[in-house]
């Protein structure tokens, strides 16, 4: 679970450009469930997915992980929330390596190394063998179609190969919730339908996924819990699909 009470994020506070990304957001994101953030440009998604994802602070609010099924960092009791907000950034680095996988808008991959390198990346830091992240790296590259490209460069890459990629790097630490922002926004159709397809499966698996997205083929997906519509930073609407 996924709590929010009251979060809102400014930026340029007190200046003449100040901005309001997000205000005064009250929400609960239930487990195991995949739940679409729906709205136009600049309606503040992805501003409040950073915010959970502890990739930026809120202004003020609250944000608490809880019943995720995994151990949490830092805290012995699982069943006490963890309050993310007030955590020094130490402690933030290593929840988003341990709770989140990431998928972005842009797939992100880094030039100038191999497909098995990329995916291989956020876990370099965990003090595993790196023997061992390179066999978990492969299995997930052979579940998602692409091992035969591993060894390549990513900038050889299809669009549909690094969406795939992109994804086997975000589940590299097997994460508890699977964070997307705008994932098919440079997909066709067809792989647009197949990046859901792969959505259905880590569900399947007991993921958490939270997707950003205006796409019809997302938020009117079969496969989507639940729809959070958002404008101006507020929420509009939360309901239940399922």
Known sequence: MITLSGVTKAFSCGKPNEFTAVTNVTLEIPPRQVTVFKGPSGSGKTSLLTLIGCMSRPT???IQLHGLGVPIPFQEDTA???????????????????????VFQQCNLITGISVLENV??????SGERLSEVARRALLLLEQFGVARHARQPVELLSGGEAQRVAIARALINNPAIIIADEPTAHLDSKLSQEFMEIVSGLKRDGKSILIASHDPIV?????IDRVVEMRDGTILDDRSVR
């Open 219 to 223: 938020f009117d997906s079969g496969i």
């Open 80 to 102: 006490v929330p963890l309050e993310i907000t007030g955590l020094p950034e130490r402690f933030l680095t290593i929840i988003r390596r341990s709770i989140f996988g990431f």
């Open 60 to 62: 003020s609010g609250r």
């Open 120 to 125: 291989m990346l956020p876990a370099y830091t």
